[in-house]
């Protein structure tokens, strides 16, 4: 997405108290120790006690406090996420706007797999730059990944799967509001094609969670790579990766090497995985410092992207006038590049 | 010696990117650095040489090339 403009972020992450050491998670066999190892993290946020909706209301409430906007002044609420938040049939997203106060914002819901994050920042960028009378829009992302219905550390290949919420307030950057980071571009590339991959060769049915008792995507992505092979994700994904990096950097007016690019943030999937899929692209578009953020928090459903800009936004990682551009892919698939910077 | 092992460690090295000097029968697939990912990969490459079946969900990393090697060799002889 081209911004006429760069607008203001202010982002928060929400993590529960309890967590699981990968130590603990080896020694009670819920994952082998070499597998442990290709993942490479430490801990995963653990979120019994608190439901996803409760959870984006955790980080949506410090986000609104500490920037100051008011709830009703919100014009649209994207909520994002992976797995079950709580109810059949309902929606999420209302939930949280009416407990949050924000009765004028349109409540939406995001289903776009990991990349829900990212793409309810571009979204919320569209109702800005569209509409001038549009008041700042907030994007949260929550997921909790709890048996039986998801093993975190077993569910999936390539990633282990840790409890947290996000929020992202989005405004015009004009002053009314304080910005932490500005967002100054966003590349967006699709490959429909690998939709497969989550899907395998199972028929649609008729009943949720009726394919396997817990979610099985290791069954799918056994089945995509006896059907297509492990290469033809990977030249995929790398060329889809590469390009939307490309496109960011271009419409931000980055060079690749640009001195003002201080990092380039990777997602928080398991580190085997990234060094095979996302890192050799990634290192052909720029040379920007690899920044890893996600090893205390795995993987965290549709919110590694804006999780990772709640570190950027929050530490002192960037100085003013330093960008850092901070990849992201979800299942389906999308890959978003954002270039950020420190005003 | 296995009258199919010439023809899995060709498939092991040129398929799978294994070194030929790390291709013993003993050798584990977690020396070999398999991830699960690769033994689907093996899995599907031994089906498609062989026509023999390995179940990729039933290996573990201490599982060891001499054990996919007698699976070949036992689905072969009864085939």
Known sequence: MELTSPLGLVAGAWYPPESQSVQDAVARGDIDAATARDLGYVSLPVSSAVAPPDMAMEAAREVLLRCGVRPEKLSLLLHASVHHQGHDAWSAPHYVAERLGAHAAVPIGLLQQCNGGAIGIETAAARLLADPEAGPALVTTADRFLMPSWDRWRSDYGMAAGDAATAVLVHRADGTHPAELLLHAIGTTVATELEVM?????????????????????????????????EWF??????????????????????????????????????KAMDEAYLPPLRESTSAELLDLGRATGHVGAGDLNASLADLAQGDRLAPGQYAVVLNGGGGFTFTAMAVSRP | MSANQDRFFALMVDKLGVAPEELTTEATFESLEFDSLALIELSVAVQKEFGAQIDETALTPEDTVGDVLRTIDAQLVTS
């Open chain 1, 198 to 230: 989550h899907r395998g060769d199972d028929e649609l049915n008729a009943t949720p969670m009726g394919h396997s008792p817990v979610i099985d995507v290791r069954r799918t992505k056994r089945a995509f790579i006896k059907a297509y092979g492990v």
């Open chain 1, 234 to 271: 990977t030249k995929t994904a790398h060329d889809r990766i590469r390009a939307a990096v490309d496109l960011c950097l271009r419409r931000a007016g980055l060079a690749p090497d640009d001195p003002r690019l201080r990092y380039a943030v990777i997602p928080r999937l398991g580190t």
